[in-house]
RNA sequence: GGAGAGGUGGCCGAGUCGGCUGAAGGCGGUUGCCUGCUAAGCAAUUGUACGGGUUUAAGCCUGUACCCCGGGUUCGAAUCCCGGCCUCUCCGCCA
């Protein structure tokens, strides 16, 4: 949520980063909703200071038996008034305060402008592209042939976009779950998380999936709630209204969890194979920090993530997102993008996202610093999501006689250096 | 799911038959004094949000609101009434 007073203050700047988002919205009639909503509470206020006043008054009078009845009188129609602007103040606020809720933030000044993702800048490549003197094989197949993933049977249980991972496919991603939360845990310094894999209406509104996405998220009606899209849901709600000590930042955490996405709207768009899933499993990292700190966080995110691929020794991409391809809440973001040999396509795996204030001022997340009170910055991203991994994994690991090699920081979790081929 | 108890400031904990309680008392925190150092002691201070005023600014002054949340009664509610949420205890069910 844009601060009211930023409004107020910078209009311009404000229309101006919207407009590179690509977005259009009316901000002078928030602006007049607020002026008329200032003069209402001055005058309420003024009103109500009154009615204490004369209340005390009244309160000493019955103690010395002294007639009070004009003063109730009198007040009985002050108090009937409070109560009518309150009812119209109380309308003001919720207007304000659904427009901010869909006015998405605005992106950091160092942030590329552009309209869409053809505008996203490569900030670097790292690790090669493998040379395979074999015809290679794509995800699916060799999903298939070693019997790692059953798809249609996953289908069957809940449909399309749910897989179903078996035997040493199942093992395989346990491995890759472990592997990289022991990772983050042990050398980056983050706390392990396990999350509630389901969110209410006031966790999804912090984050930004509320109020204008949640058609994205899986509701269970009869509980109101919603089933998380991302760990990030959970875990930056874990300070909702709270005010952390300044010390305490960066607080810095990683979960696992399982996704939950409707996709809806995204029908035949990569969604062959582990591309594009209703339920996948996701290692998050989210970091609280310092609003001064927050830009070298975000730093220190992208390496915390692109350390698994590495270790992994996967060709993969760091991207900057443009402003036009900025998702709603965040300020600056980049992308890290694996290499699928089988389709020669980059295939993102991480997301890594600066929000600065915007969740903050939704859930209400602050920090104390020299008695003085303010929000903190909440980032987080990806590290990293496992299904486009598994993919970039099986292609580039394979061998010419079906076999896939298991990349050796994993070996200790999968226990084998090789899966062999059974079909 | 059934029965009962309860939700007060960073924490503990008082709050009378509604009025001078933003909230006693204690702990903790901060600052000052004291002290050879530490401990102890003494004193002061110590919530948040939103307005208004003032200052170059840190700040200061001032108003309103907040004692789980939302309604109601009343001139006036932490205190009374209704609804919701949460916690605890017992019973039931269950991985």
């Not at 996203?120 to 019997?147: Q, R, T, W, Y």
């Not at 899933?277 to 966080?297: G, T, W």
Request: net charge neutral.
């Amino acid at each position: 949520m844009l601060d009211i007073k930023r409004l107020r203050n910078n209009p311009d700047e404000i229309k101006i980063g919207l407009k590179n988002k690509g977005v259009n919205i009316d901000i002078e009639n928030i602006l007049n909703i607020d002026n008329n909503l200032r003069l209402l509470e001055n005058q309420t206020d003024e009103l109500k200071h009154k009615r204490n006043v004369v209340s005390k008054e009244i309160s000493f009078k019955k103690k010395n038996k002294e007639d009070a009845s004009n003063a109730i009188s009198d007040m009985q129609k002050v108090s009937k008034t409070i109560k009518t602007n309150d009812v119209k103040i109380q309308e003001y606020k919720n207007s304000i305060n659904k427009s901010l809720l869909n006015i998405p933030n605005t992106p950091h000044t160092s942030t590329p402008i552009g309209k869409s993702e053809k505008d996203n800048v490569v900030i670097k490549e790292v690790g090669e592209k493998k040379n395979f003197n074999f015809s290679i094989k794509d995800h699916l197949e060799l999903a298939e042939n070693n019997s790692l993933i059953d798809f249609k049977r996953g289908a069957k249980i809940a449909g399309s976009g749910f897989p179903l991972y078996t035997g040493e496919g199942a093992k395989l991603e346990r491995s890759i779950i472990n592997y990289m939360l022991d990772l983050h845990t042990t050398k980056h310094g983050y706390t392990e998380i396990i999350p509630p894999f389901m969110a209410n209406v006031n966790s999804t509104t912090t984050t930004g999936q509320l109020p204008k996405f949640g058609e994205d998220m899986y509701y269970v009606n009869e509980d109101e709630l919603y089933l998380v899209p991302t760990a990030e849901v959970p875990v930056t709600n874990i300070h909702q209204n709270e005010i952390l000590d300044v010390k305490e930042l960066p607080k810095k955490y990683t979960a696992y969890s399982a996704c939950f996405r409707r996709e809806a709207g995204s029908y035949g768009k990569d969604t062959r194979g582990l591309q594009r899933l209703h339920q996948f499993n996701k290692v998050e990292l989210v970091q609280f920090a310092h609003p001064k700190k927050s830009y070298e966080v975000l730093e220190n995110i992208v390496n915390n993530a692109e350390t698994i691929l590495k270790n992994l020794k996967l060709p993969y991409r760091i991207i900057e997102l443009c402003t036009g391809d900025l998702s709603f809440a965040s300020t600056k973001c980049f992308d890290i993008e694996l290499w699928s040999p089988a389709t020669e396509k980059w295939l993102e795996v991480s997301s890594c996202s600066n929000f600065e204030d915007f969740q903050a001022r939704r859930g209400n997340i602050k920090f104390r610093e020299n008695n003085k009170v303010d929000f903190v910055h909440t980032l987080n991203g990806s590290g990293v999501a496992t299904p486009r991994l598994m993919i970039a994994i099986l292609e580039n690991y394979q061998k010419e006689d079906g076999s896939i090699e298991i990349p050796e920081v994993l070996i200790p979790y999968f226990g084998k250096k090789e899966i062999q081929k059974i079909k």
